[in-house]
């Protein structure tokens, strides 16, 4: 991640890029977040074969305006009990998210491949 000052006059953009490596392949997004035809999400197989998943990149909204990033909105939504909303995830994915990041940490601790644990 570079850092950018989306509010300075101009603005100056973040690029992002986020590579996650599995034993089936690989997925990689990135881009400059203030254009969103600059990246996209992508996935590559161990043959090299790549198939695009999405194709653009969407990292966060910029707007000054309004009740903030549509992430969020949507966080306070389900707080709030709000029927009809898409979750994006259930508790096994979001423990499955926490296990592979504690691996990432100890994969970086120790310089080498760590398992992701389950419990």
């Not at 690989?26 to 400059?32: A, E, K």
């Not at 909303?85 to 100890?106: K, P």
């Amino acid at each position: 991640l570079l850092p950018g000052n989306a509010h300075s006059d101009p603005p100056v953009p973040k690029e992002a890029r986020i590579d996650v490596f599995g034993t089936h392949g690989s997925l990689h997004y990135g881009g400059n977040d203030r254009e969103a035809n600059s990246g996209k999400l992508e996935f590559k197989d161990k043959e090299g074969n790549v198939e695009v998943l999405h194709d653009e990149f969407h990292f966060e909204n910029l707007e000054n305006s309004g009740d903030g990033p549509e992430s969020l909105r949507e966080f306070v939504r389900l707080c709030d009990g709000e029927e009809g909303l898409e979750a994006g995830a259930n508790v096994t994915d979001g423990l499955r998210s926490i296990q592979t990041i504690d691996a990432m940490y100890r994969s970086h601790a120790s310089s080498q491949v760590e398992a992701v644990l389950q419990a």
